[in-house]
């Protein structure tokens, strides 16, 4: 009998468990037997790795092969244990160097031809590997960029089997092509887009672009309501312009999302890289739940608000979504989280992302008191707004009603030659502003006034009394929610932050009166 002993990775989420294969050959009939709990694709592993191994130059043993996958209770999903597989047969048939196998984690798919293909998830199994105490690592040469981004580990990309094999000592004769293949492709469209967007190509809309500074300085999620036109979409995809690069350990985290998702890792360079922009998504009104949140058949794959981690995730036409889409986000949006519960386990993917909602004021978009006549009855102006209403709108800070910009308007701005400030510079003064709130929060789980509980600001970040007698008034009064009451608090830090102030002063709480907005944002001319 002849045993040898290989490691892969396998993903629950981005949490990844060391899986051990171990290969016995026995001298039984010829026969090759998976057992260890494989899913069905695991099981086609068989006849990939077989075909692999003979078209690699090798000899598959004639004799009884046995592959357990260890620990059994663990789910193993995905072609990415075949190249393990291969090489704990390969150690365990005496053709390459067992110890030199067993020190190293094994990660890709095999193609009949011997070829080592591409998977999804490298880099969150390599961070599980490196965690695991393993410090080199044999991977796809097409995910060797995004490999690279592990730190800890020495990585290794390979294009062939037979490569792999005269790696751990084989007699092979195999040539590594002399060009690495790493593709680079073309950058995707958000990619682009980002590098091509800049808030300074909206014209005039100076308050919705100081309440998006605001909301990107505190880290509030947004409501902006305006007829079809006024500029929403345009405004909320410049927000993630003006937030600061990720830190790092965000980076890698937002990183590892993308890769489990088998998106290409590519923001401005081409090749994969470590994602350092906040990411932007913005979800079409028809999105499922799964879309949105995360599943789906087989290994759970992120949804597209785990894509938005640390980034803005921009639901146009808010009303417009299914209920069941809107309430999945609820959850996500208390923990920073998505759970998934599966037989074989919990899934967890981080979902931290600031929230920006934009919404038509009535269906047929035209209540706006200005002009143009709405046709809609009053029911239907109350189910469109009621569809907004509660524990989404509840977590929402600031709401805005933007008006588009008329053409005299428009005119008048081109020719004074008014321009608004660069996505850059914008960047800087929020940058500054969140340092401040970091470092006024320190010591505490959070770092921007957005995350900050009603609670804790009402006892350690109360307005000085002067300044707060009004809103204070209001609360007694009842014309304004405590809930309402904390979010002018919590927005009147951001505006000090933002002005370089120690505390909030009256014109950081008038400010921050009209950022909070109406409760009943729809109505225009009621704000
Ligand atoms: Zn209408």
């Known amino acids: 009998m002849q045993l040898a002993k290989s490691y892969a990775i396998s993903l629950m989420g981005l949490a990844g468990t060391l899986i051990e294969v171990e290969a016995e050959i026995s001298s039984n009939l010829p026969n090759f037997v998976l057992v260890g709990l494989p899913d069905a694709s695991l099981s086609e592993a068989k006849d990939r790795v077989r075909a692999a191994i003979h078209n690699s130059g090798l000899e598959m043993p004639a004799r009884r092969v046995t592959i357990n996958l260890s620990p059994a209770s663990v789910p193993k999903q ?11 047969i390969l150690a365990a048939n005496g053709v390459v160097q067992s110890e030199a196998v067993a020190s190293a984690i094994h990660i890709g798919e095999l193609g009949l031809d011997g070829s080592i293909r591409r998977v999804a998830g490298v880099l969150p199994s390599l961070i599980s590997a490196v965690n695991a105490g393993f410090k080199r690592a044999i991977v ?45 492709v073309e950058s995707p469209r958000a990619a682009q887009e980002f590098n091509s967007i800049d808030i ?96 789906g058949m087989g290994s759970p794959r992120p949804g597209l608000i785990s894509l938005a981690n640390h980034g803005v995730l921009f639901l146009d036409e808010a009303p417009e979504f ?45 209540n706006t008191g200005k002009g143009k006549r709405c046709v809609c ?48 510079q914008l960047r800087e003064i929020v940058t500054e502003a969140r340092a401040r709130a970091a470092a006024r929060l320190a010591g505490t789980p959070w770092s921007i006034n957005a995350q900050v509980p009603g609670a804790y600001l009402r006892k350690h970040l109360k307005i000085d009394d002067g300044v707060g007698q009004q809103l204070q008034k209001a609360l007694e009064k009842g014309s304004i929610s405590m809930r309402g009451f904390d979010r002018c608090v919590r927005l009147a ?17 008038a400010e921050a009166i009209l950022l909070r907005g109406s409760e009943n944002p729809m109505e225009f001319g009621h704000a």
């Open 200 to 295: 300074a190509d909206v014209i005039g809309q100076v308050e919705a672009i100081s309440a998006l500074t605001v909301a990107a300085a505190g880290g509030h999620h947004l409501l902006m309501v305006g007829a079809p036109g006024a500029g929403k979409t345009m405004l909320a995809e410049r927000l993630a312009t003006l937030l600061p690069d990720l830190a790092h350990a965000c980076a890698i985290e937002t990183t590892a999302v993308y890769s489990i998702a088998g998106h290409r890792l590519v923001q401005n360079t081409g090749v994969d890289s470590l994602i350092v922009r906040p990411p932007f998504q913005a979800p079409h009104h028809t999105s499922s739940v799964t879309a949105l949140v995360g599943g």
């Open 493 to 509: 830090w951001t505006n000090a932050d933002l002005a370089g102030r120690d505390k909030p002063n009256e014109e950081d709480l």
């Open 140 to 184: 796809p040469m097409a995910n060797l960029e995004e490999a690279r981004l592990a730190q800890g580990i020495e990585v290794v990309g390979a294009v062939h089997l037979a490569q792999v094999a005269k790696i751990h000592g084989a007699e092979i004769e195999f040539e590594p092509p002399s060009v690495e293949p790493i593709i680079r």
């Open 322 to 366: 299914q209920l069941p889409a809107l309430e999945s986000l609820r959850q996500p949006l208390e923990s920073g989280e998505v759970v998934i519960n599966r037989s074989g386990g919990t899934a967890r993917f981080p979902a931290h992302f600031q929230l920006v909602l934009a919404a038509n004021p009535c269906p047929c978009g035209n």
């Open 377 to 424: 009855t009053q029911g239907q102006k109350l189910r469109y707004a009621a569809k907004l209403s509660g524990p989404l709108l509840d977590r929402v800070d600031i709401r805005l009603q933007i008006q588009p910009v008329s053409k005299t308007q428009l005119a008048m701005l081109k020719a004074e030659g008014h321009s608004n400030k660069s996505s850059k």
């Open 78 to 88: 995905g072609a990415s244990f075949d190249l393990s597989i291969a090489v704990a």
